[in-house]
Structure formats: C-alpha cells, structure tokens
C-alpha cells in the first residue's frame, strides 16, 4: 500500500507556510480581549507539524510568518500610537507599523532557522517545545526586550494557573508548546502521547491555590482615572484641566481611604511644579492617607525620570528602570531625532533609574513598584516582589486608544499577581484601572475610557511562590536540557 504524503515538505512547502500565518492569528486569539487560551497547543501544533522535512530557509520563512501572523494582529495598537498620538500621518503610520511588525518577525525566523540547522528530528516533540521557550526568552532580553504576548501569558484563568506561582510564564509557555507538539504525535497514533498531556494538565488539580499569606490588616485604597485627553494634556489648558480634574477625584474619596493612587502622568507637569499642589491637597485629607503619583522629575543635570512619589505617610520614590524604546529614549538619537514628529515626542528622552530600589513605604507596608511596560518583565517583578507586600504599577494606557492593548496589558499585570501570590493595585489613565488580587483575579475595576475611581481593600502578603524566588532560570534551563538530546545527535550523525 503507497505511503501518504506528508502534507508539508521540503518540495511543498506551501501548506506550511499558510499554517504558519494562521498560527500566528491563532496565538493573538488565546489572549485578552479573546481568551481562547485552548487554542495556544493548536498554534504551536502547526508549527511543529513536519518541521523537519523542511530546508533551514523554508523553516525560518514559516517562523517569519508565524512572527508576522502574531505581531501583525497583537500588536496592531503599534498603528494607534503612531498615528493618533505621534503625528504621523496615514501612509507612513501604516509603514512603520508593518517594519515593526517585519522587524519582530525576525526573531521566530532567527530561532527556527536555527533550530532546523542543528538539531535532530529525533525526541522533537521535546526539542521543538524548548526552542519555543528559549525563542521567547531571548526576544525578552534581545534590545532590551519584547516579552509582550509570551504564549502562557493567556492562561491567568486557564486550567493551567496553579503552574505560575511554581515556573511564572515561562512555564506555562513550554508546557503549552509541549501539549502542542505531543497533540501531533496523538495524530500521527502515537498513543503514548496522551499521558504527558494528561499528567501536565491535571497535576494543577493537587498543586496549592496559596503560596502566600496575609501580612497585616488589608489597606484601603482608591486608585483615580481622570480620562484626560492625551493630545492636548501638555498644553496650559491640558496641565489646569489636569489639575482640577484630580483634584475633585480625590476630594471625593472616602475617609477611610489609606492610599489615594494617581496614574503614570497624571499631572502633565514637573515633580518640583507639582509637589507644593500635592502637599497642600494632601493637607485638606485625613492625616493617615497618603497619596502617590506617576510623575516626571527633572535633576540637577536636567535629566528626565519617569517615576512614582507621593505625600503624606510614606517614604521613598520609585524611578523607572527599563525604558521603552522609541518612546522614553530613541536609539540612534543623533541619526533619528528630528526625521518624523514620531521621534519628537513630549518626554522621549528620558534617564533609566537604578536596577535595584528599595520599596516605597506606607502603613508599615511594603510596595514594590512598576511603570507601565515594566510589568510585562516577569523577572523584573519577580525581583520587586522579593521584598515587597504589594505591588503597585501605574500607567497611560491613552497611547493605545481603543485596541486591544490596554486589555493584554491588564492580562499580563494579572499573571504577574498569579506569578508572586501578591496583590497588584493598577492605576492607569484611561483604563483599565484595578485591584488584582493573589490570585490574579479582578476584584475592582473601572470602565475603560471615563473618568472614573475604584475603591477597594488590598491584603499585604508575605512569603514567597517559588517563582519569585528563583525566577525564570529553572524553565530556562529544562527547555535546555529538552533541546540537548536533539542537539547531541545531530553533531552524531555522518557527515
């Protein structure tokens, strides 16, 4: 009887290629606003599926094309921000988002490319998964880092939580790829397969819901989103509405209120501007309640820092240490700057605060700080955690409109809670504002695009998950020892 022919090969290529574009669509569909997070194993089954009849150049063309499938789609906000808030017209908006899009692709083009060139088909059901995960990884760190839609970044409420606290996402990304790629040994009638995917999959049913405990008494806090308009907030009238704005907000809390929580900028205007109105405000408050803010300092040596301080009962400041590219500081600033009003935009300069901080302290808490894109690093949190009762992340989510952005974002903060067993109190300008509970859950939450508040209690925790105490390191290093067999017997074989 003819033997079928596999339905991707080096001499029809095609199918794959066409694979690769729908996995990539697939993958942007397990996370928020979607939550179809069932279908990240059928992603990466595409991908895995007849990998290795493939030449090196057609293996790295189809991760071009997973890569564009999935940033093309998730990060189609990149369009928003270059556009609505970068003065930027249409066509060049549109080519810039699709070199974004192109550039990022790269990086599945690069890892499996690679890993057609040096590994074995042999055990690919393991190697292919750790190639995923050290994919991931390196796109996190590479120039900084992209570690935005990481495949277990989608499995907050998924039957595979219990891992986070144990391996963060990470974890939950290489169990995923392996489920993918054992779901084609199933197919191919390896029966044998379904025993891994039953073992990775049910084993959260006896893991711990608690990593962590309570620490003190929970904390009151009121967490503003003034719905300020971004194009306009830096002007006269933008810095006066801004100001009124979050002054009625915060004379409308309750007494009770411990912690009052302004969003990344809210005042559009310098600490030293700002911090005589913060202190006479704070001074018609109950003289227990403290009030933070995202704002942007300016030293001695006229350096930019976007940071977090406050008044009232606390101590410390927070200045945000990794900076987003292109828009806190612009690589290549003397060849760059002035080309596209993209490149010109109000704060784009900033300076990079210290690695390591020392928490902010208020009511004998602990908060461990992020700002904004600061919280999609799972290891930068992981660190902040460490001696941390409560995090705390402020952000202007206005710069992604209305896309789908503002929505992974929240997800990504979710899974960070889930990761270290600690509450996370999320302020943002426009949306979406919340309480985020050890559990990676919503407890309070303020309609995206009003101006709104959210009141709620948040619970200190004290104790470590084994994920902040060691980090990613230990994934990282499974997905290594997944990867050697294929790798030692490649080298094996005959020339």
Sequence with gaps: MPQAKPLISARRPWPGYLAALVAGGFSTLTFAPFHLWWLGPVAVALMYLDHHRLSVGQAALRGWLFGVGLFGTGTSWVYVSIHDYGYTGVPLALFLTALFVATLALFHAFIFGLYRRFTSPRLAFLSFAGVWVLGEAFRSWAFTGFPWLLL???????????????????????????????????????????????????????????????AADPLRVALLQGNLPQLSKWS?????????????????????????????????????????????????????????????????????????????????EYRKSHLVPFGEFLPLDFLLRGIIDFFNLPMSD?????????????????????????????????????????????????????????????????????????????????????????????????????????????????????FTRTGSWPTWILSLLLMAPALVWKVRQPA
């Design 152 to 214: 277990g970044s989608a499995h907050v409420d998924s039957p595979l939580a219990p891992w986070a606290p144990i391996g963060g996402v990470y974890l939950l990304s290489l169990i995923i790829a392996l489920s993918g790629t054992l779901l084609v040994e199933f197919c191919r009638r390896h029966w044998w397969a379904v025993a891994p995917v039953a073992l990775l999959w049910l084993v959260p049913l006896a893991l711990p819901t608690h990593w962590t405990s309570q």
């Design 236 to 316: 006269t009238e933008g810095q006066r509405n801004a100001v009124n704005t979050y002054t009625r907000m915060t004379r409308q809390q309750p007494d009770d209120v411990d912690i009052i929580v302004w969003p990344e900028t809210a005042l559009p205007m310098f600490e030293q501007q700002a911090r005589p109105f913060m202190a006479r405000l704070q001074s018609t408050l109950p003289p227990e309640t403290s009030l933070l803010t995202g704002i942007v300092q300016r030293d001695e040596a006229g350096r930019y820092y976007n940071a977090i301080t406050g008044v009232g009962d606390l101590r410390g």
């Design 350 to 466: 900033f300076a990079a605060g210290a690695d390591s901080q020392p928490p902010i302290l208020t009511h004998r808490v602990a908060i461990g700080s992020a700002i904004c894109y600061e919280i999609v690093y799972p290891d930068l949190v992981a660190e902040r955690a460490r001696d941390a009762n409560v995090l705390l992340t402020v952000s202007n989510d206005t710069w992604f409109g209305r896309s789908i952005g503002p929505l992974q974002h929240l997800q990504m903060a979710q899974l960070r809670a889930l990761e270290n067993g600690r509450y996370v109190i999320r302020a943002t300008s426009n949306g979406v504002t919340a309480i985020i509970d050890d559990q990676g859950q919503l407890r309070e939450q303020a309609p995206q695009f009003e101006t709104a508040s959210v009141v709620g209690d948040v619970v200190p925790m004290t104790g470590l998950t084994p």
